[in-house]
């Protein structure tokens, strides 16, 4: 089916959109087949690297390269190398996100820390959190790369994500300043409009989450698509979903 005029580019969710764990949603092939370059990933996923979910992408036929994933974690990191090029950056991360600071030349040390990076450290612990609780208390500065504080496991179950890590760790500073950089905060989607090249009224953001998506969306002016769970992916639907989201919205200014 043809495009309706407007709509530049796709800012796409990953995890429950587009994937479940590693496998491709229904749909999800076909998608990322008919929008090709007109498609930016967006996930607040604060643990991988773009390299690394290009690879996981490709192996169950979803070819979407690095450069068109934006993603939480590796998106704070390279703020704090921007903004704060070469500081002490204590980081609560995995060891791809170690590798990733490193290599944008940040020095990372728990060693009096100008900033706090939190992402998704799944061996976090007791003394990890007791540094980055002093380390803020000292005067450092915290960037949060994921404020969700789970994420639903394919039983069902939950599956605890940066969020709440933050979560303890605030419960021992205190309420402090900090920045926040995953959905539904603006940056991730800004930066994929910026790879489109396009305004917000001419994306679509495409989700399984309306607190994230929807909301980081909305805020934006962007148009959004919610992804309901078990439904097959089609462009045809997106857009017949899309139009009634606008109907909706002409009713109401009626
Ligand atoms: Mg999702």
Redesign the pocket.
């Known amino acids: 089916m043809s495009i309706p005029i407007g709509c530049r580019g796709y800012l796409i969710?990953?995890?429950?959109?587009l994937m479940s764990g590693r496998m491709a949603l229904p749909g999800a092939v076909q998608l990322v087949e008919q929008l090709g370059e007109r498609i930016i990933i967006v996930s607040n996923d604060a643990e991988h690297t773009p390299d690394q979910l290009a690879a996981r992408l490709h192996a169950v036929r979803l070819p979407v390269p690095a450069e068109r994933i934006v993603l939480a974690g590796t998106t704070a990191l390279d703020l704090v190398a921007t903004e704060h090029p070469r500081s002490k950056v204590m980081l609560i991360a995995s060891a791809a996100l170690h590798r990733y600071a490193r290599n944008l030349g940040l020095c990372v040390t728990d060693e009096r820390p100008d900033i706090v990076v939190l992402a998704r450290d799944r061996g976090f612990t007791y003394a990890k959190l007791t540094r980055a609780a002093n380390a803020i208390r000292a005067g450092a500065r915290l960037v949060v790369a994921n404020p969700d504080r789970t994420h639903p496991g394919r039983a069902g179950d939950v599956v605890p994500e940066t969020g709440a890590l933050a979560a303890a760790l605030l419960a021992c500073t205190g309420p402090v300043p900090h920045r926040i950089i995953g959905k539904p905060e603006p940056m991730l989607f800004l930066k994929g409009l910026a790879l489109l090249g396009i305004a917000p009224h001419e994306g679509m953001v495409i989700?399984?989450?309306p607190e994230t998506?929807g909301l980081g969306a909305s805020r934006l002016g962007i148009s959004y698509v919610h992804a309901l769970p078990g439904e097959t992916l089609s462009l045809e639907d997106i857009h017949k979903k899309q139009g009634a989201v606008q109907n909706i919205g002409e009713r109401a200014i009626a």
């Open positions: 969710d990953l995890d429950g959109t989700g399984d989450n998506d």
